[in-house]
Nanobody, 124 residues
Framework: QVQLVESGGGLVQAGGSLRLSCEAS????????VGWFRQTPGKEREFVAA????????YYSDPVKGRFTISRDNAKNTVYLQMNGLRPEDTALYYC?????????????????WGQGTQVTVSS
């Protein structure tokens, strides 16, 4: 059974940076899409970024474009989310998830494996 484990969350001041990690165990990400989503209390889970493991194409939501970078390390079977220029509105529980290649990728549809989440808090 595949498992995804996120790490790297924490408390940071506005303008600061954090790097989240999502490591898979049980299988590789080959032919999968790995996405990052975030959620705050009372709101739906929101797409942040995604990467196609094969080929490395990346996709970002408008609020994070230019500030966040998603990348992968084949050898470590890990996906990273580098978050720079953090803002208080980035505060959320961040989840990574995976799905087989296909569309759509900017909604939770089709993502069938989820991590437990890692909290990111940005103070003003």
């Amino acid at each position: 059974q595949v498992q995804l484990v996120e790490s790297g969350g924490g408390l940071v001041q506005a303008g600061g940076s954090l790097r989240l990690s999502c490591e898979a165990s049980g299988r590789t990400f080959t032919s999968y899409i790995v996405g990052w989503f975030r959620q705050t209390p009372g709101k739906e889970r929101e797409f942040v970024a995604a990467i196609r493991w094969t080929g490395g194409s990346t996709y970002y939501s408008d609020p994070v474009k230019g500030r966040f970078t998603i990348s992968r390390d084949n050898a470590k079977n890990t996906v990273y989310l580098q978050m720079n220029g953090l803002r208080p509105e980035d505060t959320a529980l961040y989840y990574c998830a995976s799905k087989p290649n296909g569309w759509p990728l900017a909604t939770t549809t089709g993502y069938n494996t989820w991590g437990q989440g890692t909290q990111v808090t940005v103070s003003s």
